[in-house]
Each structure stands twice: as C-alpha cells, then as structure tokens.
C-alpha cells in the first residue's frame, strides 16, 4: 500500500488546492492532488482570470472612444469577439501550464477524476472508467463553491450563471444582471464597455453592498454616467423564459416593474461544492451549507481540513490561498501562523476600482472605535489628473493608538494600491511607521502618503 500512501491528499486544485500542494510538496511531503477539470480551478478557468481578461479588453476599448481629451483622432470601427475569445483561452491555456509545471516542480502529483472520501484515510478517485484507492495520513478539501441560483430560476440559453456567461460567443446587446456584488459589476463594467445596454438589479441599498458605503455610490454614480441602468433596493420576482429573449419582474419601492433583455445573468451568490464527496457522514457545516473549521482550517473529521471557497466568506482567491498557507504551516511547517480575515482585501475590478482592507467607516461607528479618519479626493494628484482619471478617493482609518486598522480606495488602480495599505495593517504600522516610506512624484497611490499626513497632522495636533 506504500505506493498508494500520501501524507497529504488535496482535492481541488483552485487557489486554496493548488497553494496547499505546492507548499506540502516543497517542504517534502509526498502529495496527491485531485481535480476534477483543470489545474486552477474556478479561479483561473472560469473566474477571476478570464474575466480580467475581459476587463482589460474593455479597458482598451474604453481607452479609444476616450482618445478625444488627449487631442487625439481615433476611432474605435469594431472588435471581434470570437478572436478576443480566442486570446483569452490561450492565456489560460498558458497560465494554466505554467501551475501544473509548478505542481511537478514541488513534486507533487497530479491526477483528474472524481473523488469520494471514506473513513479511515481512504480516497477514491473515479477516472477513466476506473476506480484507484488511495491512503493520507492528512486530506484537505478544497473543492470550492459553485453559483447559487434562487428557487425557482433555472439556466438557459437567455439565464446565465457567470461560467456560462464567460461562455458566450457574442456582446450582448441588452442585458440584466441580478446581483450587484464583484461579479455582477465586473460584467457590467465589461458589457457596457462593448456596447450593451444593462440593468443591474441589487436587493440591497447599494451596489457592492458589502463594501464601504462611499465607495459603493462612488461607483454608482460612474456607472450612471455609462449609461449603466441601476434597480437597487429591488427584488427580482420572477425570471420568464421568452423565445430571444428573458423578462425579470421586479418588485421595486415604487412598484412592480418588468424588465426585458437578450440575456439574464443571475449573480447572486455561491453554495459549498459538496456534492457526493462523502461516503458517510459529512463534516460539520454552518447554517448556509458551508463547512465548519477550526482557527487551522480543521474539520469536525479527524485529519480532514478545508479551505477556500467552501468554508465561506469572503470567497476570494487569495483569501484561499491565505489559508492554505496557515493549514500546512501548522501541520506541516512547525509554525503557528493565524488567518485574520480582516487582513484580506477585497477588489472590483469594474474600469474604476473599488479596493478595501481591514476596518471600514462604518463599522468603526458601529463599535465604537476611537479613531482617526483621513480621506482625499484623487483630485489632489497630479497624475491622476493629468491622465484623466481623478475620479474616487482614498481612506485610511487609525485607532487611538495611531494604528493603521482600514483602508478604502476607489481608483483607476485601485486593486494594486490596496496592498500597500494590506501590508501596513498586518504588520500593525502606526501612520508614522507608514510615512517613512518615500513614495515616487508624481504617482497617483502618493495620495496614500497625503492620506496618511493628514493623519499624522490631526494626532499631532490632539
């Protein structure tokens, strides 16, 4: 049975799978990974890559028609999606290679099929027409989530969930989106960007209802001067299946409301991917279907841990990766390492960026929190100004001790400069541990440094 005896059996090989493996096998624990499509899961097939892709063509595109203010003529005459489409999957194709090479590399193996857990430290993989048992002394589940659908609304050619959505072969010319988080927001952004019409329904107050309240509106007000249609403070009611077509009726404040387009995508929200994975009893799970862990990510299984998207919020790929990370330091590594969830940041990628980090307003004055609040137009940077992008803000948020403990930044960039404030908040930095960096003029994250003067100004002057 040695043959078949791993120390760690990874199932998944998303970010939290593909993290875990790649750490076990370089610290020389022999690892047995098993996915059941590609390398890098839902992230890098269907997901955060691909969609960034589109981000960035869109970018492009929005970059031309745009092209005026800087005295320049040019004129955007078309695109082909098909060809955009093609690009796209070399890419991942590419990127794709490059992590199993990484796998190898950390020699860790490889194998595609499905899996059952059974008792005792046995897996069985199903591949080929075949079935293989294998043995772990330790076997992570990392098997991700999958999109929730509301009752009663199923997919078709005009309803989509976003894998299918990155599917399509064409722009939309019309569109309704329910669902105003990251995803939902992405695909506006890239939709209207080509040329579509759509409306975005949020049953909540605001859009990105789970980011800071400015920045929410911030980017409300941006995707309204797109032309960007928003329903919030709406519930979608009914999805109806027309022959080209799909209508939504809306339950809106002022009334009911139907609202009809080529394609519906249904954005709202994601379910634990636990579906015959057991062969008896489950692990523990929470009130929404999510698997229960303990502060390194085990389950209420001996010698069964999860990580990623299947325990729950945030549902972000380096939050997965991030507790990987903790789950082999502290079986694996000697380390006892701890996963702060208010240490991850958060990015939407929608044209203008909405990033946070740590402690938003809101919450500080929901608990009382003595603290000191900077926030900077990016109208003060010159760059920012110079290339046309002076739209958003930065927000930095410092306890009584001078602790940097939030950040919120709605820029151009905004998902690069948000590392910076990651960084200072899990190192505990104190605003004048932050300012010792010199940070390069002219640049638009230099309003970070601003932000984080005004700060020094208000505790200096207490």
């Known amino acids: ?50 969609t960034k892709a589109l981000v960035a063509a869109a970018h492009t595109c929005s970059e031309i ?9 040019a004129k955007l005459l078309g695109f082909d999606f ?23 590399k ?27 048992e294998f043995f772990a002394d330790k076997i992570l589940i990392a098997s991700g989530a999958k999109a929730r659908l509301p009752h009663g609304v199923n997919l078709s050619e005009n309803v989509l969930d976003a894998s299918a959505a990155l599917e399509l072969g064409f722009i939309p010319k019309s569109a309704i989106i329910i669902g105003a988080g990251a995803i939902g927001c992405e695909f506006a952004h890239i939709w209207n960007a080509f040329g579509a019409h759509v409306d975005l329904v949020e049953m909540r107050e605001n859009i990105l209802p789970n980011e800071d309240e400015d920045a929410s ?27 080209k077509t799909a209508c939504v009726k809306l339950a809106t404040p002022k009334g009911d409301l139907d609202l009809n387009a080529q394609i519906v995508l249904v954005g709202a929200g994601v379910e634990a991917d636990l579906k015959s994975l057991f062969e008896t009893t489950l692990p523990d799970l929470d009130e929404r279907g999510f ?39 502290n079986i694996f590594g000697g380390k006892s390492k701890i996963y702060d969830i208010k240490n991850v940041p958060s ?97 638009v994250s230099e309003a970070l440094y601003e932000a984080a003067l005004d700060l020094e100004r208000q505790y200096l002057s207490k």
Not at 3 to 24: H, M, R, T
Not at 107 to 126: D, P, T
């Open 1 to 50: 049975m040695s043959e078949n005896k791993y120390d760690l059996i990874v199932i998944g090989a998303g970010p939290a799978g593909f993290a875990a493996a790649q750490a076990a096998g370089k610290l020389g624990k022999k690892v047995l990974c098993v996915e059941k499509h590609k390398v890098g899961g839902t992230c890098l097939n269907k997901g955060c890559v691909p």
């Open 65 to 73: 028609k745009s092209a005026e203010k800087f005295s320049l003529d």
């Open 82 to 104: 098909e060809k955009l489409k093609g690009r796209v999957s070399e890419l991942l194709d590419l990127i794709g290679k490059g992590a199993a090479f990484s796998l190898k």
């Open 106 to 132: 950390s020699g860790v193996e490889v194998l595609f099929g499905e899996v059952k857990i059974c008792v005792g430290g046995k897996v069985e993989v199903f591949c080929a027409g075949t079935k293989k």
């Open 217 to 243: 509106k911030t980017l409300a007000r941006n995707f309204a001067k797109r032309g960007i249609v928003l329903h919030t403070s709406c519930m979608a009611k009914e999805i109806v299946n027309k022959e």
């Open 291 to 329: 698997v229960k862990v303990d502060e390194v990510f085990k389950t209420s299984i001996d010698n069964i841990y999860a990580c990623g998207d299947i325990v729950g919020a945030p549902w972000l790929a380096h939050a997965a990766s991030a507790q990987a990370m903790v789950m082999i330091d």
């Open 347 to 443: 990015a939407a990628y929608c044209g203008l960026e909405v990033a946070s980090v740590g402690v938003n307003l809101k919450e500080a004055k929901a608990k009382n929190l003595d603290c000191k609040v900077a926030k900077l137009p990016l109208g003060v940077s010159a760059k920012a100004i110079v290339e046309g992008k002076a739209e958003g803000f930065v927000r930095l948020i410092a306890d009584e001790k001078s602790v940097l403990i939030g950040a919120q930044i709605v820029s151009q960039n905004a998902g690069e400069f948000i590392n910076i404030c990651s960084l200072a908040i899990a190192n505990k930095l104190k605003v004048s541990d932050f300012l010792k960096s010199i940070f390069t003029h002219p640049s």
